[in-house]
């Protein structure tokens, strides 16, 4: 087994190349983007792809996947964004309907931690932990 001596080393021995895509085949974290750990710092892999081979990064900014696939890592199919419009860009913001079927449009929907929300299902949720909660 070789070993990596360089982060971008580290990241093309963790890849395999499908359609254009670079897909991480290292460990994930639990909401499935790639977790890249080199020399005792653990980073998202695409945000370690995007400082490799693209350039600096803040932790203010966002790495968008153009490409719609989270494990990608292919420098050319990530793009820097601050994240209001990293919000936009992503494949959720062009859902019509919440997972339980309600409208995402202005009277059902409210921004939360800098997403949609839906406030049909907030008020479920709220009167079922009412009902759980009350003494």
């Excluded at 080393?9 to 080199?38: E, K, P």
């Excluded at 400082?51 to 900014?61: D, I, N, Q, T, W």
């Amino acid at each position: 087994m070789k070993f990596a001596k360089t982060l971008e080393q580290y990241l093309l021995m963790r890849i395999r190349r499908v359609r254009g895509c670079w897909l991480w085949t290292g460990s994930t974290f639990n909401d499935g983007y790639g977790s890249a750990s080199f020399k005792d710092k653990t980073q998202r892999a695409h945000r370690a792809s995007y400082k490799v081979f693209v350039g600096s990064l803040s932790r203010k900014e966002d790495v968008h996947h153009k490409c719609d696939h989270i494990l990608c890592i292919n420098p050319k199919h990530l793009k820097r964004v601050n994240k209001a419009t990293h919000g936009r860009l992503s494949a959720n913001s062009q859902k019509t309907r919440c997972k339980n079927g309600h409208r995402f449009d202005k009277n059902n929907t409210y921004m939360h931690n800098g997403r949609r929300a839906c406030k049909a299902c907030h008020r479920l949720w709220s009167r079922q932990w009412y009902k759980r909660n009350k003494s």
